[in-house]
């Protein structure tokens, strides 16, 4: 009879291996819907508002500038970026990211967030300083 509790034992101990392996792969990727629409708000309204004549900023570092439709790294936008070396304005900082809009080469206004630490102060503004 203890010949047979062996396999059900061994089955036990699997299953707990496999459980807690989920439990842990589950933990660490992001399996949940996130409301870009709401964390825009959001940032809008709490984060720190740029003055005017502090506004311009210059794309620093290596590669594009990822764009993103809300300060949270799920809600980037596919396809879009702004390359290095590039002038733009920025309007909040809420969270390691920055509300900004660009005019891109071709003259459209592209309005997004970025990472912030990829933008440096270039000492121009949109309005005067006051």
Do not use: H
């Amino acid at each position: 009879m203890a010949t047979w509790q062996y396999p059900v034992l061994e089955q036990q101990v699997v299953l707990m291996k496999t459980l807690v392996g989920l439990i842990l792969w589950l933990s660490v990727c992001p399996v949940y819907a996130v409301d870009c629409d709401a964390i825009e708000r959001l940032g809008s309204w709490k984060g720190y508002l740029i003055p005017s004549w502090q506004s311009g900023r210059k794309v620093v570092g290596m590669g594009k500038l990822a764009l993103y439709s809300a300060p949270d790294r799920a809600c980037r936008v596919a396809g879009e970026a702004i390359p290095a070396g590039s002038r733009l304005d920025a309007y909040v900082d809420y969270k390691g990211f920055t509300s900004i809009m660009y005019s891109d080469p071709e003259g459209e206004l592209v309005t997004g967030w970025v990472v912030t630490r990829r933008l440096k102060p270039n000492g121009y503004g949109i309005g005067p300083k006051q």
